[in-house]
């Protein structure tokens, strides 16, 4: 499966795009604890990601199917 990461995130693993193995469809929290085994920069941002597969936002419960590209998007502040 790919994973999509934007700003901290991406800076974190050092890419925009990231490969997850999975046997087949399996929910979201399962794919981002797999993510911080291989990334554990990651760790510490996760708590605070939206999680998105197309153009819809879907809660860690939420199943996502190996060919499906998950996005994650970390908060974002400004002034």
Do not use: N, Q, W
């Amino acid at each position: 499966m790919k994973v999509e990461l934007f700003g901290v995130l991406r800076e974190a693993v050092g890419a925009a795009e990231v490969d997850v193995d999975l046997a087949g469809s399996a929910p979201i929290a399962e794919v981002l604890d797999a993510l911080v085994s291989d990334y554990p920069g990651l760790a510490e941002h996760l708590p605070r990601v939206a999680c998105a597969v197309g153009d819809d936002m879907r809660s860690r419960a939420d199943l996502v199917d190996p060919t499906e590209t998950l996005v994650l998007l970390p908060p974002v502040s400004g002034g």
